[in-house]
């Protein structure tokens, strides 16, 4: 079975320019996570989404949104990006919202 | 104090001895407990989840929690130059929702 995908691989965007990231969650898999990791620390939690409702949210300004699709994909969206969004975005998909999650190979943003 | 928290290392191992991994967490409420390795540059992939206190094994690998002691460690056997790499402890507080991971604590391999 193919696991979680993402797009794209890489992207390059200059400060206050939007950004749009896909994910396509691992077949039979009904829950979507978004997790932010900047270089050298942990990954970090932006949203999540279950049945195409948001179950839990991060600490993120609200320049970042998402949305999941009735087929569980999801977007996630970054408006009026800044310098210190540059960072691997990662998805990451679990059956049901209470469980175990896998991740996708992430997207890499760079903003210049 | 940070949710959850490990060394970062480098931990510093010979080939074939036993490398072992600790994380402490701050909340009491937390239900799950993961562990992932993380290669440079990719995502991270899962190695080991713990529910209960005790040891659970698979293959080379020892996860064992201590939840009056808030703390899970990760135990690789018969260390190879292939483990080398950054290993995340990561903690489910509520059930569903989201993961808090610690710093990842860097592991090297020396044939």
């Known amino acids: 079975d193919a696991g979680v995908t993402q797009s794209p691989t890489h992207l390059i965007k200059t400060r206050g320019q939007h950004v749009t990231l896909r994910c396509s969650p691992i077949?039979?898999?009904?829950?979507v996570s978004w997790y932010q990791q900047v270089l050298g620390q942990g990954p970090q939690f932006i949203f999540q989404?279950?049945?195409?409702?948001?179950?839990g949210r991060g600490n993120f300004p609200d320049r970042f949104s998402a949305r999941q699709f009735p087929n569980y994909s999801s977007e996630l969206n970054v408006n009026a990006l800044l310098l210190g969004d540059s960072a691997l975005y990662l998805c990451?998909?679990?059956?049901?919202?209470?469980?175990?999650?896998?991740f996708g190979p992430g997207t890499r943003l760079t903003v210049l | 104090q940070k949710e959850v928290e490990q060394n970062s290392g480098p931990l510093s191992v010979p080939e074939g001895a036993i490398a072992s991994l600790n994380c402490t967490y701050s909340?009491?409420?937390?239900?799950?407990f993961f562990w992932y390795r993380q290669y440079s540059g990719k995502s991270p992939e899962l190695i080991m989840f713990i529910y209960s206190n005790g040891d659970k094994e698979d293959g080379r690998f020892t996860a064992q929690l201590n939840k009056a002691s808030q703390y899970v460690s990760l135990l690789i056997r018969d260390s190879q130059p292939s483990d080398s790499a950054t290993y995340l402890c990561?903690?489910?507080?509520?059930?569903?929702?989201?993961?808090?991971f610690g710093g990842g604590t860097r592991v090297l391999v020396k044939p």
């Open positions: 990561a903690v489910n507080v509520a059930a569903g929702n989201k993961l808090t």
């Open positions: 989404y279950y049945e195409k409702e948001e179950r």
């Open positions: 909340d009491r409420g937390s239900q799950s």
């Open positions: 077949s039979g898999h009904k829950s």
């Open positions: 990451a998909s679990s059956p049901i919202a209470t469980d175990t999650q896998y």
